[in-house]
């Protein structure tokens, strides 16, 4: 369905990306078979297209707002006039094939991209109101309003209990009762309380994987972030642990604002209550997950979440 | 064969063919039999795991023995002279003037045998240390009669690099003779002797303190004197008060003093009064009071556990004392302190600026360009020779820095330089430049595998640059630090001729060479181990006595190094095990 066999310089690769298996199937050079995707084509000439917004998500109130928001590498641009209001209190999925920018954006959210090289942007967001891309905003600042889960967990060679405070004690809290207080509730939040209240002092390298990711989260929310970032959280785990990051995630609906990377359409149709379509850098369709899943206003859309993207 | 293997019964057959597979491949000596390179990488391991242990274990061995009693031996020579003495070498070749003779008279005689020459160390009476009396003879082999071993021989050392060998024959207390026999002498020598030394180390003792006391008490009160007098106008009956009682104190000093110089007159007559005569060769008599004598040894009686305990007490005066007469004379203690101190020195300055070093050059610097040019330069630096870096700190430290902080500082005590001179903390200084290059490049290969998921993850929680570096990187580096500190001492430790320029000298003098820590000064001058194995390589021409010291110097820097470095792979070993969890 991919005209062309033009996509091989995708755009919208980043590093993250590059590194997980393509889901686009497709032999070079081999012609558009039906020639009527039209929208598929224009995003590939590079002509602006319109995101398809559905009207309930429009209806929610918007923890974070993403206003015609455009992303360079270096001279190549990677997101494409992002416009789309995130739900408070909701999961937010971003899905769409790899290199389509789904991390990218996910990182322009808190502002990780500032570390690379050659980066700039155009555009705002604004997090309950608050511009996030102002010259006067503080990033350190901003970045401690909300919290972030990788791909891979990546705890710190220090204690569990040091891993869980580390967004307290950078804020320069000492109080041993607030922290300890911090450190069990978050660890009761991601359910592992249970499981490392006895080893609260040993290295967090000591836990499983699937300990570890789930450290990660109640490090993520220790600090009561305004969202919460997730990039693929579960991709590098095991059916059961990932079942365990989706029980939270069911858990976390209504009390955090949730944006979610995931390759895994099957998480997304089951944990999300809204979805949206990523592809070239650009977001397609955007609405709640139940209707993106099943019935879906673009074409495209549809082949992407029935599996028939190429 | 394949239709076989899959029916039970072949299991046994399979096991065979296993077998034989495997005795095939058996090589020679039944070891496995390997490829060419398996036997030509492990030859090289050999080599490199024998040069070590040999190192080690010849240092080791030479060392350990350095301080090992000598045998001593009465020589008749043909021309009827007689020596008493130290065998230092039973068959050393001859110098190049013998050769030469014997080129010619080997066509008459030519028993190898008889070729060689014996060192002898001889009684020397004169105090002075130069070579003409060092006490070396070199005797020609051919030249021997007889050779006995006498058992009571002894050998007493009266300082200051006079050592008399002979035969103990009469033993006095005041003017009684109380022995006459070596067998008898010499157990009573070796009580009364310690009873003595200990008695005069104890009036030395109290001598000290008593001066001191004196010293303080007048000081005290001559300064009470000066501040009434600048108080003088207010209260001017103060000042007759004070200067009274600075008279009364000085007058008690003296009573004091008048006392502690009898005491110290009878300790004396006390100590003086045990006198043991020793013959040595030619009929040479000599009588000496037990005090004098610093050390007596009968080491033809010894065996081998006095050996043992002779050998130990020689290495700790070795290891405590401090300088002496010259080189061959003094112990190294201040060397050991020196070492310590300017390592120390070098380290505290080095691995924090180091470390920031890298820091700065992973973490903060964002122009490729810059980075490549510093670290292009940093790397040139570690390349350049020790000595460049001496002139370089004898430069900076000693006569641009050094002279500026004097005139600032120390303008009181100018013309004599404080800081415009080698010393302790120049020298520490110059080490921390020639090590820097060290740390800056280990620290930063260590920041450099610090995973970027792990930065990210401290950057999403809303760390700032430096809490991410100080909270997160730093434990990661730690082991690489580790590795740069101790390649630093290692470097550090080789370096001796940068130190000769920035102020390590042959020999110190202290108060009896008791230097301690407490007393080191940041400006003074210092001894250094390397500088003392260099000085008793090559600065002395007693070849014969010096060699033993020499290997005991080496091997006690040798041990100092080792120390040093096992703290600081114990270190890394700990850090490296926080990180390496992660493997598993």
Redo the contacts between chains.
Sequence with gaps: MIGGGRLSPSPGRTPQDSRSVPMLKKTPGSPDPHGDNDLLAAIERGEPISTVTHEEALREDPVLAIEHFNFWYGRQQVLTDIRMPIPRGKITTLIGPSGCGKSTLLRCV?R?ND?A?ESHVSGQMSLNGAPLYDSSVDV?????????V?Q?S?????SVYENVV??L???GIRQRRRLDEACESSLRKVALWDEVKDRLRD?A??LSAGQQQRL?IA??IA?EPEIL?MDEPCSALDPIATAKIEDLLEQFKGSYSILLVTHNLQQASRTSDFTAFMFLGRILEFGPTRTIFTRPRLAETNDFVTGRFG | MTSHQETPTSAGDEERACVSRDAARVGILGMPAAEPMHWLTGGALAMVVLSVGGLLGLLLVHGLFAFWPKPIVRLSMTDGRAYLGEVLSWNASPTASARRDLIVASRSASDPETIGDMILRVSNRSPSPSSSDSGIVRLPRRAIASQTIDPWAVAIDLGGNVRLFGTPTAFYEQSTLIADEPARIWPLFETRHREVRQQRRDAQREKDNVLADVDRLLASKRRELAAARARSQASPQAVDDAEEALAYARSESDKELDRLRERLAQVEASTQRYRMIVKGTDGTTWNLALVDIVRGSAPNQAGFLSAVVTSCERWKEFLTTGAGDSVQQSGIYPAIVGTLAVTMIMTVLVVPVGVMAAFFLREYT?NPTLRFCLRITIRNLAGIPSIVFGVFGLLLFCDTIGPALDALWFADSLPWPTFGKGGLLWAGCTLALLTLPVVIVSTEDAVAVV?S??R?????????QW?TIQ??IL??ALPGIATGTLLAIARAAAAVAPLMLVGAVTMTHGSEGNETFSQLQLDQEFMHLGLHVYNLAFETDDHWTTRPLLYATALVLLVIVISLNMVAIALRSRWRQ??A??E?
């Design positions: 808190n990780l570390l090289d350190i600042a901003l970045r401690k309003r909300m919290g972030m990788f891979k990546n705890p710190f060679p220090k580390y967004p004690r950078i804020d290295n390298l000591t990660c490090r993520a600090a970032l | 964002r995973p998921s792990v990210q993850a401290s950057y999403a929680c809303g760390a700032s809490q909270r997160v434990p990661y926080r990180l969890v992660r598993l």
